[in-house]
């Protein structure tokens, strides 16, 4: 059986004429997938977050109770308006704003954050009680 995607209307208008309805083909929309990537590597945990055309002097950047908050925004000022012969304008304003909890507790006193190419990266040292131990096992015999 395969899966039909529902229509309201179906009963009463014909199938060619739903298409001009159809919203993915008749409005533009602008798509914007969530740019947030968290991994870790034997010693850190990496978290990556997509934030392009922000400086990094614009990127904020918490960290509490284990859990990591980045925002980011970014405006026209107005001396860039002014430096500008206006054909066309819409305002122009980027925010970002992600928060994710890490998987492992992080040494705080040294996570770095590095902005380049739109994306920051943020490495946060996983703290010494929080890596994996190797156990040896003692043999019971004689």
């Known amino acids: 059986m395969a899966i039909v995607k529902y229509n309201p209307f179906s009963p009463w208008l014909p199938e060619r004429l739903l298409s001009v309805f159809d919203e993915e083909e008749a409005w ?23 934030v392009p055309g922000v400086p990094a002097d614009q990127v904020h950047i918490t960290f509490e109770d284990g859990v990591l908050r980045i925002k980011a925004k ?18 122009k304003v980027s925010s970002f704003d992600y928060t994710t909890t ?25 703290s010494e009680a929080a890596r994996p131990k190797t156990i040896t096992v003692k043999s019971g015999g004689k």
């Open 28 to 50: 533009p929309q602008l798509r914007l997938t969530e740019g947030l990537d968290v991994y870790e590597t034997d010693t850190d945990v990496v978290i990556k977050a997509a």
């Open 74 to 91: 970014l405006e026209e000022t107005k001396e860039e308006k002014d430096k500008k012969k206006v054909i066309y304008r819409q305002q």
């Open 102 to 126: 890490l998987p492992r507790a992080v040494d705080s006193d040294h996570i770095s954050a590095e902005v380049k190419d739109g994306v920051i990266t943020i490495t946060a040292p996983i």
